[in-house]
């Protein structure tokens, strides 16, 4: 079985600071790794993810994630985030099959 | 193309009424899944399909919840009778493939409220 825990619930940021969000995953076997975004009100929208090859993994919106096995982490971050980057983040996990696990979600809020 | 559609996006509905859920996936994606949404339990898939045919259900919560995929282009999600803890967020995603690998591209959602 596979499981993903992300550490905060919420994290509040001013606006143009550094920002990073933790998730960690256990499962028995090699995994695919996954960060999903929800806008208010939207769907989910996928921000990157990590298949094979190199550790860091660069997204959309200028957020990248560093895979690291030997912690079982996968954690998101951005150097300087916007107002516009307020949104439900998701770390998601999945192995050879087709089911995606997520995790509960990291709420971001920018601030002014 | 239009994205992963669904309709109705809210429905509030009373407790023992049929509540159906729509979507169309993407054109040309095989794998289409439905999850539900909650503070309490987040996201959860409940079933998902491959090439119209279920594969697996083994997350639909009980037999008052039931999914059909007529043809690839349509598929829907019934709840017959719902009941207030049905209260959710209910997402359908479509994917090209379902090795895991692949990107899941989700609806905008259909909120469901059971008074």
């Known amino acids: 079985a596979q499981s993903v825990t992300q550490l905060d619930s919420q994290v509040p940021v001013f606006e143009e600071a550094p920002v990073e969000l933790r998730c960690n995953y256990s499962?028995?076997?090699?995994?695919?790794l996954f960060w999903y975004v929800q806008y208010p009100n939207q769907g989910l929208q996928l921000l990157l993810k990590?298949?094979?090859?190199?550790?860091l993994v660069k997204g959309i919106n200028g957020f990248e994630a560093e895979f690291n096995k030997s912690q079982t982490s996968f954690h998101l971050r951005k150097p300087s985030v916007h107002i516009s980057d307020t949104a439900e983040y998701f770390c998601?996990?999945?192995?050879?099959?087709?089911?995606?696990?997520f995790g509960k979600g990291t709420l971001l809020t920018v601030n002014p | 193309d239009a994205g992963v559609i669904q309709s109705p996006r809210h429905e509030v509905t009373e407790m023992g009424q049929e509540v159906t859920l729509r979507c169309k996936p993407i054109?040309?994606?095989?794998?289409l899944f439905w999850y539900r949404q909650t503070m309490m339990r987040g996201l959860e898939l409940l079933i998902y399909?491959?090439?119209?045919?279920?594969?697996?259900d083994s997350g639909m919560p009980e037999d008052r919840f039931s999914a059909k995929m007529p043809n690839a282009s349509f598929s829907t999600l019934k709840i017959q009778p719902s009941e207030p803890r049905d209260s959710a967020v209910y997402f359908c995603?479509?994917?090209?493939?379902?090795?895991?690998?692949?990107?899941?591209?989700f609806g905008p959602g259909t909120r469901l409220t059971v008074t």
């Open positions: 995603a479509s994917s090209l493939t379902g090795t895991g690998k692949g990107e899941q591209y």
């Open positions: 499962s028995s076997v090699s995994v695919y």
């Open positions: 990590y298949l094979s090859g190199s550790t």
């Open positions: 998601a996990v999945s192995s050879s099959n087709y089911k995606l696990t």
């Open positions: 054109s040309g994606h095989d794998y």
């Open positions: 399909f491959n090439n119209n045919v279920p594969i697996d």
